[in-house]
């Protein structure tokens, strides 16, 4: 099989992180501690969105606490979900960001969890102001239900756009984990197109 086939393949089964939270089924008893790695990575991309957070909203002193989850019944790699004020969890899948990690290198597993981080952000601090309002993406005509859900998505891969930027990393990886979007599975995942104004509206602006 040649690269750009394994390539295709490698991201159409394992490129699932933007699913939304109500379409994601897991065993809630099979939740376990993040691996050291996984941790390190997810504790390294929550700060810097919290800089941004914070340098552009000086009345937010928390920003709250965002607890990284392992559970190896998740569909894919991303849950965030609110569970009380400044409070989030993140569930992620380790047989789905390992093959990534292997295939793109750090900066894969990186997006992914600052992605997540996006989400706790999204979700505790829906009125922050942002430095990327100006040229964040307009969402494309769909129903209602899909555009609340694309909307989400595409804000929290502004965040972490904001974080690859502040880390001083490159786009490449992000926007590899975003190729053929029309060949992943769920309706909820926004167009390619639009995840990639996003990622860069959040980079360009940070």
Known sequence: MCRRARLLLTIAFTSLF???VHAQLFDPNQDQPSTPFAQQVFSSAFPLECQVLQQFNPGISSCGVDTLIRNPTLLAWGLTTPVAPLITQTRYNPTSTQPLQN??????????FAHEAGHHFDLQFPNATVPWAATFPP???????????WNRELRADAWAGCAIKRAGMSLLAAAQLQQLTAMRIGADIPPFQSELAAISAGYGAC
Not at 103 to 112: L, V
Not at 140 to 149: E, F, K
């Open 139 to 149: 969402i494309p005509p769909a129903n209602p239900i899909l555009m609340m859900s």
């Open 103 to 112: 295939q793109f290198g750090p900066g894969a597993t990186f997006f992914i």
């Open 18 to 20: 933007a699913v939304a």
